[in-house]
């Protein structure tokens, strides 16, 4: 009798358990996080998606996007959608910019930004 009342305390207790990453009774597949190629995927749709270009760059992926005020006349970082480089003072054709720049801070002075 003991082992039957045990046996069923056991069993109404993991019928009140919910599965792991559910809140709402939803499948768990569409709550967990995405992961190796699945992701990939959704990171460059949604970088198509806003304009950008997938790029492959050392063996990861970065979105890369054209900049509005591409070649405008700049004395700052503040004045451009990018960064403003600091030898033509002029807006940087795309976001972000890769490897070492000298560019123009917020504040307008020169600096070296180095991006991987």
């Known amino acids: 009798m003991r082992a039957a009342s045990i046996l069923l ?11 792991f990453g559910t809140t709402d009774g939803g499948d768990t597949a569409e709550q967990l996080p995405l992961v190796g190629q699945e992701k990939i995927d959704a990171g460059k749709f949604e970088c198509v998606a806003r304009g950008g270009n997938w790029v492959a760059r050392d063996g ?4 890369v996007k054209m900049t509005s005020d591409s070649g405008k006349s700049c004395q700052a970082g ?3 959608e990018g960064e403003c480089l600091a030898r033509s003072k002029t ?5 972000p910019l890769l490897g070492c720049n000298d560019v123009m801070s917020e504040a307008g002075y020169p600096m070296q930004l180095c991006v991987q």
Do not use: D, N, Q
């Open 9 to 19: 305390g056991a069993a109404l207790a993991l019928a009140a358990c919910k599965p």
């Open 91 to 95: 807006c940087a054709p795309v976001t």
């Open 78 to 80: 503040s004045e451009c």
């Open 60 to 63: 990861a992926f970065i979105c």
